[in-house]
């Protein structure tokens, strides 16, 4: 009944999550061995609550205590590089450990406001459609989403542009590893991408503590509270996190945001005529077709939600997009894209400890890219659409091709 990697889910998963949050709003999947939330109210409860629920187990409970299947699947054994970076990222930790590297980091993240960004992504924007509006058609993806968060995230962490195209192989192979359906082969890739990824920040590291630059890494060196500062290693895995959670998300989130505009028409051409604000319009397209779909969590306590019993040591899996499409929340016309929704509380960014940290960073990115977009095309169009990304996790498209006509 759940069957996440069919392709009329992966086309489409809206219709299969309402039907869930009516029939059964709560279940057990014994092949991802998660029992997994549709609903908006336990999906917000359960990011909240630090007593029962968290990204890392370790501050409360024993191994012995865990799943060990689930924690081999996880965290495989048989790639340690790519496990330790990422148990090790302060993602998937909890208080006292997440308190002080967030905080760290956090500094580091406000030292320039998320602003200073906007002029030259919206230059970059414009760039891009320089060329291609001449043409009249734009592959979405590779020309338009892929290249905006790239510079994006490479100006954040000060690396040269020479060096793009392979932060992006490195990136998109470590992510690969999030999802159940992992090969051995991705596997290995993933792990042979992080230690590359980990020796050349190491290189970045040691360069920027010669000398230092206006960039996130020297900030990192910088930082310091009451005496505490990051080592090398924290360092290097905010990075690694930075880059994948910056990264991957945001392309999709163009994506999918310009193919749920060209399946709006009438809604884009509100978005142009300005009679929608951008940054409400953004919030919706992140609420409409969300480009991180599904996150877990510990349960860190026996509990009871939803008339469902939790045992302690196993996991929960949080079906954002379901949450995000919930009627009891976001009303009857919860299916529909509707840019001046006005509240608009969806979830995509998380809620709680979690919280993205990179959340004011994204907006910008979006504003730039969908702003200057729909300031200079009058109308688009989808000519081809394929290559859904095969994941529960990430919601996106290989391929976009769109004819687009000059404003
Ligand atoms: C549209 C783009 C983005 C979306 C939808 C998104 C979404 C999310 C979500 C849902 C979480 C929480 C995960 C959880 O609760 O388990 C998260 C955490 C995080 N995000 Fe983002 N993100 C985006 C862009 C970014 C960017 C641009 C950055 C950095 C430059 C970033 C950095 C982070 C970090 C470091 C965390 C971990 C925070 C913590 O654990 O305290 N994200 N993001």
Redesign the pocket.
Known sequence: MFDPYSPEFLEDPYPVYTRLRLESPVFHDPAWELTFFTRHADVSAI?RDREHFG?DFRHRLDPAEVDEGLYRRIYPPQWPSWSRYIRES????EPPR?TRL?RL?SQA?TRRSSEVFRPRLEKAADQILDRVLEEGKLEVIEDFATPI?VA??AE?MGIPSDDHAQLLRWSHAIVKVFDKNVTPVEGDAAEQATIDFVAYLKGVIDERRRRRGEDLISSMLEVEDRGDTLSDEEIVG?SI??LN???E??V??IGNGLLALAGNRDQYQRLRGGEMRLQPAVDEL?RFD???QM???WVLADTELSGTRLEKGSKVGLL?GSANRDPDIFGPDAERLDLGRDPNPH?????????????P??MV??EAALGRFSARVADLEVRDVSGRIQSLVFRGLQHLEMEIAAA
Do not use: K, N
């Open positions: 990011l990204r302060f993602i998937d930790l997440h967030r980091v993240f968060p994006m995230i954040l905010t996190l930075t959670a910056g990264h998300a945001t999709h989130a992140l969300s480009p991180l996150f877990e969590r954002f979830v995509s960014f998380g809620a709680g400890l979690h919280y993205c940290v990179g959340a960073l994204a990115e979006l």
